[in-house]
């Protein structure tokens, strides 16, 4: 039976707190996620403890990271066997605790307001890690899996089909969350092995999407006009810079990086 603590702290909007609260729901998102016994796990936000408890009946190596100092204490009591820190996840150094010889798997039900700044902790980290899996809006996981020449297509969705192999894995209703938010929410698996052109700078090619984005109704020429690479001659690349940021493909946004790349 999946334990879910009766703590009487109340969920707090400045961490993004929605407890999942059905265990159904529970069972099936860790299911999914399918943990063994030996592999190494971190779990981010686990809040009252409801992913934890079913994680911890599955696997010998559970690390949780929960930033509410009040609810370190029961955590702890409840799963002496598992690892917590109380930290903030986004100032953490995984190279700091995590064994730099092992892979990790991750799993979170994830603060909706801290979707984006967690994933690109994870790219920044991303040779620690086999896969990732979390509950997060469903409009975020659409736009990650948008393809070019649609509204939701973004740096989320260039920049993490670059470095991951992304699914979602199925829709979330809001009633199994306490309190329940206002939009439906879904689990999206990200896997961290895919190919990467060792040729290229990732950290430029970072900065050139979100450039490029960022002016998203003008032109890309004009993006990066306005950014920090106004300086560069762009004038021979194979690529129609009066096309937008939506249009270009993630092979597109890679072309551009390396023809940057050479002028530096």
Request: aromatic share 12%.
């Amino acid at each position: 039976m999946n334990k879910i603590l009766k703590i009487n702290n109340k969920p707090l909007k400045k961490f993004g707190q929605n407890y999942l609260i059905d265990n159904n729901l529970i069972r099936k998102f860790v299911n999914e996620f399918n943990p063994q016994i030996d592999e190494k796990i971190i779990e981010i936000g686990p809040g009252r403890g409801s992913i934890t408890s079913e994680l911890s009946n599955k696997t010998k190596f559970l690390t949780a990271i929960e930033i509410d100092d009040r609810m370190i204490a029961s955590l702890s009591e409840n799963f002496p066997k598992v690892n917590f820190i109380n930290k903030d996840i986004l100032k953490i150094n995984f190279s700091e605790i995590l064994d730099l010889d092992l892979k990790y798997r991750v799993i979170g039900n994830i603060p909706f307001n801290l979707t984006s700044s967690i994933f690109f902790k994870l790219i920044e980290y991303r040779n620690y890690f086999l896969d990732a899996l979390f509950i997060i809006q469903l409009d975020v996981a659409k736009r990650i899996t948008a393809k070019p020449n649609s509204k939701e297509y973004s740096i989320l969705s260039v920049l993490l089909n670059y470095f991951f192999d992304v699914s979602i894995k199925f829709e979330i209703s809001p009633n199994v969350f306490y309190p329940k938010p206002k939009v439906k929410s879904s689990a999206i698996h990200l896997i961290f092995d895919k190919y990467i052109d060792e040729t290229i700078n990732n950290d430029l090619f970072i900065q050139i999407v979100k450039a490029s984005f960022g002016n998203r109704r003008k032109t890309l020429k004009n993006s990066l006009n306005n950014s920090i690479f106004k300086s560069y001659n762009l004038s021979g690349i194979d690529i129609d810079l009066s096309r937008r940021a939506e249009t270009l493909t993630i092979d597109e946004y890679v072309k551009l990086t390396r023809f940057i790349q050479k002028q530096k």
